[in-house]
């Protein structure tokens, strides 16, 4: 063979393997949603149902001093326009803003302990990761014991039993009386605003097969559930919103459902309110509560709506909240 063609044909050979390497897709998926924690003798994990665009516009409010005095929710765009890019925009993030569903698994070396369930298939293609996540993660739905619900929205509930059939064939659904009995009564349904109505006829489909083979077991408020775990009040976002008081050695995190549903807005301003609160003034009071005490108490926080994990701490600077994330790490050792 003449040199040329030697040339030629190395040339050839090169260039036929540079174009296989940039045939590789793209592979366009995350990695599996579940991050760990360790405090005291519990385990803790993150589990990740989903992210999805919250509407900032259209659901977000602020409460105002009336003339008369009163508190009253006004849409944020109509008493203070452009707050929320603006807020949203100190971080570096756009309108709408992808908003993540966390849920917790809770390991007390005696049982496993799910608290929140992801919405199933209630929110579309978006969500209903958890199971995935949880096998991932090293567990399977028949292992978990207990189901903790902070409340009865459809991202919380809506993954006990996506189209109506039980996720978790073994566990006991817990969930705040006065939630339980609000989202089931017809009459709150056929008074309720139109955008919650659909909520009502999931709650039915979600807790059906719990109740028919008796295990959706409501609690009374500030209840110990189990070792280590207390049902706190924190209503507002609706009448028997819950959040759970988890404690060993000595060491306490709080999980809260939807005291927060985009941080960098309501952190800043925990006057700022959504529409799907059923008292806005409670709301607001609740979160400011809980705020000022993780921040003087240096509590950790899994935060059903923060970006996932969820898991940090609250710190107050002149006034003025602010979001600590946990730093991520793979050495998993007990928390200070």
Not at 8 to 16: E, R
Not at 41 to 51: C, N, P, Q, V
Not at 141 to 169: C, M, N, R, S, W
Not at 175 to 188: E, H, I, R, S
């Amino acid at each position: 063979m003449r040199p040329v063609s030697i040339v030629m044909c190395l040339t050839l050979a090169l260039l036929s393997g540079d174009a296989a390497l940039a045939a590789a897709p793209q592979v366009r998926t995350q990695a599996p949603g579940f991050y760990r924690m360790i405090l005291g003798r519990f385990e803790i994990t993150a589990l990740l149902d989903g992210t999805h665009p919250f509407p900032v516009h259209e659901v977000m409010t602020r409460n105002e001093t009336t003339p008369t005095g009163e508190r009253k929710a006004v849409k944020l765009e109509e008493s203070h326009p452009g707050k929320a890019e603006a807020l949203l925009a100190a971080s570096d993030l756009p309108a709408p803003v992808e908003g993540s569903i966390n849920a917790f698994l809770v390991n007390t070396g005696v049982k496993l302990i799910l608290i929140d369930s992801g919405a199933g298939s209630l929110y579309g293609a978006c969500c209903g990761h958890l199971l995935e996540n949880l096998r991932a993660a090293g567990y399977t739905p028949e292992q978990i014991d207990e189901i903790y619900l902070t409340h009865l929205h459809a991202d919380h509930v809506g993954g006990i039993a996506p189209q109506g059939k039980p996720a978790f064939p073994n566990a006991v659904i817990r969930v705040n009386q006065k939630d339980l009995d609000y989202w089931l009564d017809v009459k709150n349904e056929s008074e309720a605003p139109k955008f919650l109505k659909p909520m009502f006829e999931g709650d039915r489909a979600s807790l059906k097969p719990y109740l028919e083979t008796g295990r959706l077991k409501p609690f009374s408020e500030g209840q110990e559930l189990s070792a280590g775990i207390r049902a706190i009040p924190t209503t507002g976002h609706t009448p028997g919103h819950t959040s759970y008081e988890v404690t060993s050695e000595g060491k306490t995190l709080l999980v809260w459902g939807d005291l927060v549903h985009v941080a960098p807005i309501q952190f800043p301003d925990p006057a700022i309110t959504v529409t799907y609160d059923s008292d806005t003034v409670s709301a607001e009071a609740e979160r400011t509560g809980v705020f000022a005490h993780a921040a003087r108490s240096a509590t950790w926080i899994a935060a059903a709506h923060i970006a996932f994990p969820g898991i940090g701490h609250i710190r107050s600077v002149d006034g003025r909240f602010e979001w600590l994330p946990a730093n991520y790490t793979t050495e998993l050792k007990p928390i200070n």
